[in-house]
């Protein structure tokens, strides 16, 4: 098997229309296509019994993010914030040319920006994170070279 590209990360949120908005206002994602998906083929993919669910595909330059919301069975969320070192996806990173100029755009949403995050200067590398719409991690990162790069030793 050869792996020919990446295709998409998906994520379940609470209500389709404003994570997609937030989506779309923030860090301009466009709407690609949109499923209704319900019946057996559909849960035994999603491995959730009975799923009923709606599915929106957003996408921004070569990246596809696949938003779920599940009408039946409803969405759970966990009683506390997901912490970085647990285990499976923890966020989502996107690169900006000021940190400073989208933090209001965030806020303007209606969402977090985490400033106890921001690490770095304004006119060198830096990073914060912000929340959508779920609580969900997205980091904004301030860099023409791309990640923060992990120093070496």
Do not use: W
């Not at 860090?27 to 009923?52: C, I, Q, Y």
């Not at 900006?96 to 985490?114: H, T």
């Not at 609580?135 to 791309?146: D, F, R, T, Y």
Request: proline letters at 7%.
């Amino acid at each position: 098997m050869a792996v020919l590209h990446f295709s998409h990360s998906g994520v379940c949120v609470s209500d389709i229309e404003r994570s997609t908005a937030f989506d779309r206002d923030v860090p301009g994602f466009t709407r690609h296509h949109h499923l209704h998906l319900n019946g057996e083929a559909d849960s035994t993919a999603v491995k959730v019994k009975d799923a009923k669910l709606d599915v929106v595909y957003l996408k921004r330059d070569v990246t596809m993010v696949e938003i779920l919301r599940f009408a039946e069975p409803a969405p759970t969320r966990d009683a506390v914030p997901r912490e970085m070192n647990r285990r499976g996806l923890t966020h989502f990173s996107l690169n900006v040319d000021e940190i400073a100029e989208v933090s209001p755009d965030v806020v303007a949403a209606g969402r977090r920006v985490m400033q106890e995050t921001q690490v770095g200067t304004p006119n060198d590398k830096s990073c914060v994170f912000v929340t959508d719409p779920d609580g969900c991690l997205i980091e904004l990162v301030k860099s023409p070279a791309g990640p923060i790069p992990t120093p070496t030793t």
